[in-house]
């Protein structure tokens, strides 16, 4: 995973949100930093959950996302469960 994929992700936010890649970085706050409402955050998140399909984001998940970097994370912590589900 790592790099790349965060970068992927980053380029998504910055895609869905039309704002510039280089405000979108792992301190960037959702909300302070990028300006993202609630609608635009909601909008955000089942957009995630459309490109990574192996990713769910539960409302209280939702709640504590604060973050492009908790967005990575999440992610990032979703994808991995699920391989490891699929493995055994």
Do not use: C, P
Not at 2 to 8: F, K, R, S, V
Not at 22 to 48: K, S
Not at 57 to 78: C, H, K, N, P, W
């Amino acid at each position: 995973m790592g790099g790349n994929q965060a970068d992927e992700i980053r380029a998504l936010v910055a895609k869905h949100l039309d704002i510039d890649i280089t405000f979108v970085t792992n301190e960037a706050h959702l909300t302070e930093d990028l300006e993202v409402d609630w609608l635009d955050r909601l909008e955000l998140m089942i957009w995630i959950e459309d490109e990574f399909a192996d990713v769910e984001i539960s409302d209280d998940d939702f709640d504590q996302i604060q973050t492009v970097g908790d967005l990575i994370r999440y992610i990032e912590d979703a994808q991995a469960g699920w391989r490891r589900a699929s493995a055994a």
